[in-house]
């Protein structure tokens, strides 16, 4: 039975549709930068798809072939994930404007795959599919302290989730602690191609931080 990432973690990838407050360890991703509204269909995030699942399943088959990954073990390609922000509006998201969307497009890495494996499978993708990946990166990230939740239906109507998730995290004392280094985050549990808009599965995600009370 191959390992499913999402069954054997699903504090990560399978919370409830109500808040909660969750520390998210340190992963590896297969990872795309790109500009541009997401829904575009010659747009850069589109291509960026895949871009991602190519390396992603030479990865997953590369037992197949000659070149071994120490402590491989058979899985589940992990769902697609997202971050994104807009440079004017950091810590909100300006569903109207989504034509000045930056993106971090993502898909986990187990983590037996290291760096060098994942130079070998660019290289490998790159010969056999004669396309160009050097967009694709090995990124490390330690997302840490979060909010999340389980958002059912069309991307357009997230808001309402997230005003969910703000309303918890301050009645828990957090605050919302989107920067520079820390992101809106979407997990991809639905394929939008094969699923109704109203029955769409996300989980939304944001970084959070203790808040700090000034006693004069």
């Known amino acids: 039975m191959a390992f499913d990432y999402k069954k054997e ?7 409830k549709n109500k808040p909660s407050i969750v520390k998210i360890p340190k992963m590896n991703y297969i990872a795309v930068r790109g500009k541009g509204n997401p829904n575009d269909e010659n747009g850069e995030y589109k291509q960026t798809i895949g871009l991602l699942y190519a390396i992603a399943f030479t990865i997953k088959m590369s037992y197949k072939g000659n070149y071994k990954i120490d402590g491989y073990f058979e899985y589940v390609v992990p769902p697609l994930e997202g971050f994104w922000w807009q440079e004017e509006n950091r810590g909100t998201i300006d569903y109207n404007h989504k034509e ?7 898909i986990r890495l187990p983590d037996f795959v290291t760096k060098k494996d994942f130079e070998w499978a660019i290289e490998e993708a790159s010969k056999k599919k004669k396309q160009d990946f050097s ?5 490390s990230y330690d997302e840490g302290m979060c ?13 309402a989730t997230i005003n969910l998730m703000q309303e918890y995290m301050i009645e828990n004392g957090y605050q919302l602690d989107i920067t520079e280094d820390r992101f809106h985050h979407e997990i991809y549990l639905s394929d939008p191609r ?3 808009v109203s029955k769409l599965k996300t989980v939304i995600r944001h970084p959070i931080k203790k808040e700090i009370i000034n006693n004069k």
């Open 100 to 106: 000045k969307l930056n993106f971090i497009s993502m």
């Open 194 to 196: 094969r699923c109704e």
């Open 9 to 15: 973690y699903k504090e990560f990838y399978m919370p």
């Open 147 to 159: 909010v999340q939740c389980m958002h059912v239906g069309s991307y357009d109507n997230e808001p």
């Open 135 to 139: 967009k694709v990166e090995f990124l």
